[in-house]
C-alpha cells in the first residue's frame, strides 16, 4: 500500500468507470438543484420583500426555518416522509432517456431537500443584495412612472442581484459539495 | 393529533435529551478544534514566510474544497483500513473540526488583513518580534471585526455536526435519535419535527449569542 500502489484498484475492472459515473450524477443534481433554487430563492426574496405584511412574515418565517434546519435532516425526513404514490408518479413521468439515478424516487426527496435549504440560503443573500441598494433608486423608478415589476425588472433586481454575484457563488459551491449529501438516502 | 405530536416528545424524552446533549458536545469540541487549527492556519497564511503561506493555503484549499461526508470516509473506514483505530467520536470530531478550521482561517485572515499594514510595521519597529506582534497587536484587532463571520460558521457548524450523525459514523446526535425513534414509532412527522426543533434552539441561541457579542465588540464602520 505505498505509493501509487495504493491507487491499483482505479484501473481494476470497472472502478474507473463507476467513479466517473457517480461524479457525473453530482453534477447533475447540482446543476438541476442550482438552477431550481435560484428561481426559488428569487421568489422567496421577492415575497420576503414584498408589500403585504402578512407573506412578508410568512416567507420571513419560512426563510428563517429552512436556513437554520441543517441539510442532511431535511432530505433525511423528506426521504421517510414523501409517499411512496409520490415517487411512482416521480418514476413515470421522468422520461426514459434521463440518467439512470433519476429514475428513482429517491431523487425526489434528495432533489427537493437540496432545493428546500438552498433556497431559503439564496432568498436571504438576495433580499440582503436588494436591500443594499439605496431607496432612492426604487424612489426614482416610481417617479418616472415604473410601476412595482417594472421597477423590479428594470432598476432593482440587475442592481441588487449583482451586488450578491459574490456571496451567491460561494452558496452554490456549498450546494455543489452538499450534493454528497443524498448518497445516504442511497442515490447512486 | 396536536396530543400525539406532543406525545412523541414526552414518550422518548429522555433519548431526545441524550441527543441533544451529544450533538451539543460534538458542536462544542468541534468548535474547541476549529478554532485552534483555523488560528494557527491563519497566522501561516499571513506569515512572512512563502513557505507557510504556502501550506497554510494548501491545507485551506484542501479542507474548503473537499465535502464533509468525504472527510468522514477518508477519516473513519479509510483510517480504519489503514490501521489505526479511531473512534467514531474522534473521527467525526476532527472531519468537522478540520473542515470548519480551514473557513475560520479564511474569516480570521481577511480580519487580519482588515487590520492597517501599519500597524504591523510600527509594532515591529518598536521591537515586538512577529509573533508577539500577531498576538498583542493583530489579533485582537482582527478577531472584533470577524465575529459576525465566525458566528454564520458556528451556525453552519451546528448544521453540518448533523452529518456525523447521520452518515456511517452514526453517532447518536439529535437527527440519528429522531431517525431512531421515526423508525420505532413510526410517528415520522413529529419525530423529524421535535429534532428540527432542536436544531432550532441551538442555532436560535447561537444567532441571540453572536448578536450580543457583535453589539458589545464590533467595530461600527
Known amino acids: 500500500m505505498t505509493g501509487f500502489a495504493a491507487f491499483g484498484w482505479l484501473t481494476e475492472g470497472n472502478n474507473l468507470r463507476f467513479i466517473l459515473e457517480g461524479f457525473l450524477i453530482n453534477l447533475e443534481i447540482a446543476v438541476v438543484a442550482i438552477i431550481l433554487a435560484l428561481i426559488a430563492g428569487l421568489g422567496l426574496a421577492l415575497l420576503r420583500l414584498s408589500r403585504n405584511r402578512v407573506l412578508s412574515v410568512a416567507a420571513g418565517v419560512w426563510v428563517d426555518v429552512f436556513r437554520n434546519l441543517p441539510l442532511l435532516l431535511l432530505i433525511l425526513f423528506l426521504f421517510l416522509w414523501i409517499p411512496q404514490s409520490a415517487r411512482d408518479t416521480w418514476e413515470d413521468v421522468m422520461p426514459s432517456w434521463m440518467p439512470e439515478a433519476w429514475q428513482s424516487g429517491l431523487m425526489l426527496a434528495g432533489l427537493s431537500g437540496l432545493v428546500l435549504y438552498n433556497s431559503a440560503v439564496l432568498a436571504e443573500i438576495m433580499r440582503a443584495g436588494i436591500q443594499s441598494l439605496p431607496r432612492g433608486q426604487a424612489e426614482a423608478a416610481h417617479a418616472l412612472g415604473l410601476n412595482y415589476w417594472k421597477a423590479m425588472r428594470l432598476v432593482i433586481l440587475p442592481q441588487g442581484l449583482r451586488r450578491m454575484v459574490p456571496a451567491t457563488v460561494s452558496q452554490l459551491i456549498t450546494l455543489t459539495k452538499d450534493t454528497t449529501l443524498v448518497s445516504i438516502i442511497a442515490i447512486v | ?221
Open chain 2, 1 to 221: 393529533m396536536p396530543f400525539a405530536f406532543v406525545d412523541t416528545l414526552t414518550e422518548n424524552f429522555d433519548e431526545f435529551l441524550r441527543g441533544f446533549g451529544t450533538t451539543v458536545e460534538l458542536v462544542v469540541v468541534s468548535f474547541v478544534i476549529a478554532m485552534g487549527v483555523g488560528t494557527l492556519i491563519a497566522a501561516f497564511r499571513v506569515a512572512p514566510s512563502p513557505w507557510l503561506q504556502r501550506i497554510g493555503g494548501l491545507y485551506v484549499e484542501c479542507f474548503r474544497n473537499i465535502p464533509l461526508l468525504v472527510l468522514i470516509f477518508i477519516s473513519y473506514p479509510g483510517l480504519r483500513r489503514a490501521g489505526i483505530d479511531i473512534s467514531a467520536f474522534v473521527a467525526g470530531v476532527a472531519s468537522l473540526g478540520l473542515y470548519t478550521a480551514a473557513y475560520v482561517a479564511e474569516a480570521l485572515r481577511s480580519g487580519v488583513f482588515s487590520v492597517n499594514k501599519g500597524q504591523i510595521e510600527a509594532s515591529l519597529s518598536l521591537g515586538f518580534t512577529y509573533p508577539q506582534t500577531m498576538r498583542r497587536i493583530i489579533l485582537p484587532q482582527a478577531f472584533r471585526t470577524v465575529i459576525s463571520p465566525l458566528g454564520s460558521l458556528i451556525i453552519a457548524m451546528i448544521k453540518n455536526s448533523a452529518i456525523l450523525g447521520g452518515s456511517i459514523l452514526a453517532l447518536d446526535d439529535l437527527l440519528k435519535t429522531g431517525r431512531v425513534v421515526a423508525s420505532r414509532t413510526f410517528d415520522v412527522i413529529p419525530a423529524f419535527v421535535w429534532a428540527a426543533v432542536g436544531y432550532l434552539i441551538l442555532t436560535g441561541l447561537a444567532t441571540v449569542a453572536i448578536r450580543m457579542l457583535e453589539s458589545k465588540y464590533a467595530v461600527r464602520r
